[in-house]
């Protein structure tokens, strides 16, 4: 059972890190790095390694890509609607 859900987890961390490289939209890569890190702390939770996985959700998700949003939203040059 932990194999099939390493498979799934790993599965999913690999389509939204190429998710990231392909979309478009800036703010969705955003959003797809924040959920390819989120998984990764899930590959470190099934590893047994919880402070690791707490760490890298602290500092991945909760810093670097809320940084990386406001940034986005802030050197945005239209208006709400092209959100």
Partial sequence: MEDL????????????????????EIMHSAVFFAVSMLLIGG????LGAYFLAFMHVMVYVGAVAILMVFAIMVTRKGGMNEL
């Fill in 43 to 46: 590959v470190y939770v099934l």
């Fill in 5 to 24: 859900i390493f498979a799934v987890i790993a599965a999913a961390t690999l389509l939204f890190s190429l998710a990231i490289f392909l979309e478009r």
